[in-house]
Each structure stands twice: as structure tokens, then as C-alpha cells.
């Protein structure tokens, strides 16, 4: 009980934050122009760098409670089908994948007694073909965003790049 009151003595005596810095300041430094609304919605011709292609995007989910991984990966598709994204397949393993651990139970005698540990990963892929750079980085936002607890996501991009101008043969 004394650590505690001791240690809650030092944290209340110290600031948080540095006499430079202030945490509300009513002091203006800097102007900055406002936009006017038709000014701050761009369209899709004055931006000078055109938007990426993309030819699929993979979606690889692993995870140890396949039920829960169904139901992330409908929320995927029905997220994507709301973006007009082209859902493509989507499957997961018959099986999962089990990694068996031995160890033994008294570390420095009775080499007999053991103990096993297994963990069950479940994967599940799916494919979304035919998006736009800006398309597709709202969508993964979104669902990385609502990625359950005990669900990895692993992305893969297939970009479409043009042909460079050497291997162009139809200027030959």
C-alpha cells in the first residue's frame, strides 16, 4: 500500500507534459487559407497523377476459429459488393494446419512425463479483380479497420503497369 501511495505521490508531483508545450492555446500562429467548398472537392480530371490499376487484390486470413473468419470474410464480400468491387473466388482450407508442441512437464527430471501443446490455424483467401488505387485503399482501410480479435490479414496487390517504351514493339 505505501508503493502505491508513494508512487502516486511522484506521478501527481510531475507534469505530464513539458513548460514548453501547452495543451490548449487560444494563440493563432499561422494563417491558413480556408477552402472554399468547390475547391475542396477534386475531380477525377485535375489531379495530374492518374490513379493506379490494380488486376486483383488477395486477401489471405488466418485464424484459430474458422466460424469467426466466415463471417469477417461475408462482411468483406458484402463491403466490397456495396464499392461495385468484382468479387472473384473465396475459399478456404478443408483442414487446418496444427502445430504440435512437446515439452517436459519437470524441466530437470522425469524425462517420461511430457506435455503437448497443438494450435489449430484456419485460413481462408479470397480474390477482389479490377479496382482503382484510390478504391482500393478505402476498402482495405475499411476492413482493416473491422479486423476481428484472433484474425491476421495478409494483402497482395497485382498492379497493371504499362508496357515500357524498349519491349513496345508496336513502335518497330
Not at 8 to 37: E, F, I, M
Not at 38 to 60: F, I, M, N
Not at 67 to 96: N, P, Q
Request: glycine fraction near 4%.
Amino acid at each position: 500500500m505505501f508503493k502505491l501511495l508513494h508512487l502516486h505521490q511522484r506521478l501527481s508531483s510531475a507534469p505530464l507534459w513539458p513548460a514548453v508545450a501547452r495543451l490548449c492555446s487560444t494563440q493563432v500562429t499561422a494563417s491558413v487559407p480556408v477552402q472554399t467548398p468547390s475547391s475542396a472537392l477534386a475531380t477525377p480530371g485535375d489531379s495530374e497523377v492518374p490513379d493506379k490499376l490494380y488486376s486483383r487484390l488477395e486477401l489471405q486470413m488466418k485464424g484459430i476459429d474458422p466460424e469467426v473468419m466466415k463471417s469477417y470474410a461475408y462482411f468483406a464480400k458484402t463491403a466490397a459488393e456495396h464499392l461495385d468491387i468484382e468479387v472473384g473466388k473465396h475459399w478456404a482450407l478443408r483442414k487446418s494446419v496444427k502445430d504440435r508442441l512437446t515439452l517436459l512437464k519437470s524441466v530437470h527430471v522425469y524425462k517420461k512425463h511430457r506435455v503437448q501443446y497443438e494450435i489449430r490455424n484456419y485460413y481462408r483467401f479470397m480474390h477482389f479483380h479490377k479496382l482503382t488505387g484510390s478504391t482500393l485503399e478505402t476498402f482495405l482501410e475499411y476492413i482493416e479497420r473491422n479486423l476481428p480479435e484472433g484474425v491476421a490479414l495478409k494483402v497482395t496487390k497485382v498492379e497493371l503497369q504499362t508496357l515500357p517504351e524498349h519491349l513496345n514493339t508496336e513502335g518497330a
